[in-house]
Structure formats: structure tokens, C-alpha cells
């Protein structure tokens, strides 16, 4: 089974910074995807970004980019120019490519943006 | 467009009686909808897959005679828990995936927080 490591609990950033979230994975799968989805305190799930294995590039999404290190097993999230807006719950989530499309979240980074 | 809507939001029911929460997928099909469970301050926890017109996969641990899951249409998903017990008390989300969506793109309802009394 797939697992997805998220190693900071809690992650504290100033407004107009920039924080890294980060996560790694343990997979024997060649293809597959990768997400990240935010929680704000509505607990409503946002997908920020997502990447699929296969592509070397990183994908971004405005303010939000990934760091895709597929060898590493690493999928770490950049959030730029941060928003008060950005605080939540930061959930790194995988998903096979073929089968059954259930996402395997890890335990996710509490961020915390300060004026 | 893609919009998962749960019912009801919130649910407080005495110990021992059912509840049922729906699914509905209001601008797509889903032929696969995912129930997660979560507790406050964790992660999300896949209970069961969904798929229309065709019995539920439910992960290891989960109890399906407890949490009975329905797909009975391309809409719609229903998760009823059974003689509820304290224990119970979660919060409760759905996922649908897009059938006619790249990659089968899930969209998530904004959940269920269910309160066992």
C-alpha cells in the first residue's frame, strides 16, 4: 500500500513570504498522481494542485507551485506572495493511475499566516 | 460547475438509532463516489468506495453491515450508520469522480458532522 508522509504538524509563515510544505510518498508504481488540497476551517476540501507522474515538469497554479522529485519520492508545495487567506489544513494526497481512484492523504501541515 | 452538495450539513441523533447521509452529484454523472471519515485534527480516512448499481468496497477495518452505502443512481450516494453510538461522532465526507472528466477528477461535498448523543 501506498503511503504519504507529511513530517511538519504545524507551519508558520508571514504574509508576502514564501513557505515550502513538504511530503513524501512510498510507492513501487511507475504512474500515478499526486495532490495537494487545502482545508480551510469550513473543512470544504480545495484541490491546489495536482501532478501527474509522468510529466517531468512542475506544475503551478499562480501562487501555488510544486517541487516533483519522482526518484526521491518527494512532492513538496511552494506557496508564494502568502495570503491571509492561505491558512488552513494542507493535505498532500496520491492516487494510483490505473484501478480505483481513492486518494491516500497524508496527515496533513497546518499553516498558519501572520499579518 | 462540478458541485458535490451533501445533506444534511450537521446531524445530532440519540444512541442506538439510524442516520442517513446523502451524496448527490448535482452537474455531472459519478458512477464512483468515495466515503471518507475524519476526526477532528486527522487526516481524511477512506471508508468505503461507491460505484452505481453495484455493491460497496469497503476498506479493511470498516464495518459495511454498519455503514450501509448505497449508489443507486449516477447522482447520488447514501451512507446510513447504523444504530449509532457515541463513537460514531465524525465528520463525514463525500468525493464523486467526474465519470466524463479527465483523469476521473473527484470533487469533494462539504461534508456531514455527525454527533452521536
Known amino acids: 500500500a501506498q503511503t504519504v508522509t507529511q513530517s511538519q504538524p504545524e507551519m508558520s509563515v508571514q504574509e508576502a513570504e514564501t513557505v515550502t510544505l513538504s511530503c513524501t510518498y512510498d510507492t513501487s508504481e511507475s504512474d500515478y498522481y499526486l495532490f495537494w488540497y487545502k482545508q480551510p476551517p469550513s473543512r470544504q476540501m480545495i484541490l491546489v494542485i495536482r501532478q501527474e507522474a509522468y510529466k517531468q515538469q512542475n506544475a503551478t497554479e499562480n501562487r501555488f507551485s510544486v517541487n516533483f522529485q519522482k526518484a526521491a519520492k518527494s512532492f513538496s508545495l511552494k506557496i508564494s506572495d502568502s495570503q491571509l487567506g492561505d491558512a488552513a489544513m494542507y493535505f498532500c494526497a496520491y492516487r494510483s493511475a490505473g484501478g480505483g481512484y481513492a486518494l491516500n492523504f497524508g496527515k496533513g501541515t497546518s499553516l498558519l499566516v501572520t499579518p | 460547475g462540478a458541485v458535490v452538495s451533501q445533506h444534511p450539513s450537521r446531524v445530532i441523533c440519540k444512541s442506538g438509532t439510524s442516520v442517513k447521509i446523502e451524496c448527490r452529484s448535482l452537474?455531472?454523472?459519478?458512477?464512483?463516489m468515495f466515503w471518507y471519515r475524519q476526526f477532528p485534527k486527522q487526516s481524511l480516512m477512506l471508508m468505503a468506495t461507491s460505484n452505481e448499481g453495484s455493491k460497496a468496497t469497503y476498506e479493511q477495518g470498516v464495518e459495511k453491515d454498519k455503514f450501509l452505502i448505497n449508489h443507486a443512481s449516477l447522482t447520488l450516494s447514501t451512507l446510513t450508520v447504523t444504530s449509532a453510538h457515541p463513537e460514531d461522532s465524525s465528520f463525514y465526507i463525500c468525493?464523486?469522480?467526474?465519470?466524463?472528466?479527465?483523469?476521473?477528477?473527484?470533487?469533494f461535498g462539504p461534508g456531514t458532522r455527525l454527533t452521536v448523543t
Open positions: 452537474d455531472f454523472q459519478a458512477t464512483t
Open positions: 468525493s464523486a469522480r467526474h465519470s466524463g472528466g479527465a483523469d476521473g477528477e473527484q470533487y
